[in-house]
């Protein structure tokens, strides 16, 4: 019996060893996945967005190996060791700077085409106009300087420069919108400072884009600010989770669609940098990037440049509201020698994403 219970104990510490390497291998991929061009291993990006999980079970693992005195847990700690400066990208505990320089409050939404109108809390005022004019009145209350929208849709408006004139008449804008039968569609930015300049970027193959304005924040001082919505996966968690990935066609479509927007957000974040590196302004880039901190996205548009969330923020930093707090898509990234002052992420019903809301100084 003695015997038995030894080999038992021996082949649960076999696969305890396995097990072991195979979460920490994962979790080093993950890190490896901000470096990795996922138009060359599409596979890299998903192991990054699965960062928070594949750590969770690290850590389990190595609770279980201190709880064992098993001398394995070394394989699941030194896995963890880089966690320890990452995780902030996920969740924070502090609150920014008191003070400094020239305080400019700047928000970055996506609206979602307001399509949470079809909610039942909207459906029965209004729709999708009740959900537009709840936007627009948490746009006006956060009295900011700088408003970036992803996904605007007016329903059967064209005239987009009279719709932002009466609903926005204390801000200048620059915008780009898609135009079909049944109205407007793209992204708009809303500026207290005057706009200098502005401009589009087109993505190939795709509906998604960036713009950005010049905007002369003081005299003799301008800054470009990119609104960007890199492309979207256009895929349903929510349904594919209902199914238990035993809808073998909705699988297969999910697959194709997560390879696809993969493959085109690198292509989209080069068109990006490449006009910051011909700009010779400093610049601020915030929008839907569709990639979480753990990606070739963020990390490359990182480049000279701070995240008002992990700088500033405080609490989790997850902007979607699918699978929360996990999934952080969008941000506000200032010049580096910038300073943020705050950071916030209202949980608002309006959109299947929720704004961020930051100040910095220059």
């Not at 700047?106 to 809390?121: A, C, Q, T």
């Not at 300049?197 to 600010?225: M, P």
């Not at 349903?236 to 493959?263: F, P």
Request: glycine letters at 8%.
């Amino acid at each position: 019996m003695a015997e038995i219970k030894k080999k038992g104990l021996r082949l649960t510490g076999m696969v305890a060893r396995i097990l072991m390497l195979l979460a920490a291998g994962l979790l080093l991929m993950s890190y490896a996945s901000m470096i990795v061009n996922p138009a060359k291993a599409w596979y890299m990006n998903a192991i990054g967005l699965l960062f928070i999980p594949i750590a969770v079970l690290n850590l389990f693992l190595l609770v279980w190996a201190i709880r064992r005195r098993s001398g394995a847990l070394m394989i699941p700690l030194i896995a963890l060791l880089p966690s320890i400066f990452l995780i902030g990208k996920y969740i924070q505990f502090s609150s920014g700077a008191d003070s400094g320089g020239k305080p400019v409050k700047i928000v970055s939404y996506n609206v979602g085409r307001f399509i949470m109108g079809r909610k039942p809390e909207f459906k029965e005022t209004g729709g999708h106009k009740a959900c537009m004019d709840s936007v627009v009145n948490f746009i006006k209350a956060t009295d900011a300087d700088i408003i970036c929208l992803q996904e605007v849709d007016l329903s059967g408006e064209y005239d987009v420069a009279g719709f932002i004139k009466s609903h926005f008449p204390d801000y200048e804008a620059g915008y780009y919108m898609h135009i079909n039968d049944e109205g407007s569609y793209g992204n708009v930015t809303l500026s207290r400072f005057p706009i200098a300049g502005k401009g589009h970027i087109q993505f190939d193959k795709s509906s998604n884009h960036a713009i950005y304005t010049d905007l002369k924040v003081n005299e003799g001082s301008t800054i470009r600010v990119y609104n960007c919505h890199f492309e979207s996966y256009n895929v349903s968690i929510m349904n594919l989770i209902k199914s238990g990935g035993k809808d073998s066609t909705l699988v297969k479509d999910t697959e194709v669609k997560l390879k696809r927007s993969i493959a085109r957000r690198p292509e989209q974040v080069e068109r990006v940098m490449e006009d910051i590196r011909e700009c010779s302004l400093e610049s601020i880039v915030a929008g839907d990037f569709n990639d979480n901190p753990m990606s070739y996205t963020y990390h490359r548009l990182m480049k000279g440049r701070k995240d008002t969330f992990v700088e500033a923020g405080k609490g989790f930093g997850a902007t979607y509201y699918a699978l929360w707090p996990f999934i952080r898509i969008d941000y506000i990234l200032y010049p580096s020698h910038f300073k943020a002052l705050s950071n916030r992420i209202p949980r608002l019903k309006y959109s299947d994403h929720y704004p961020v809301v930051a100040e910095i100084s220059y």
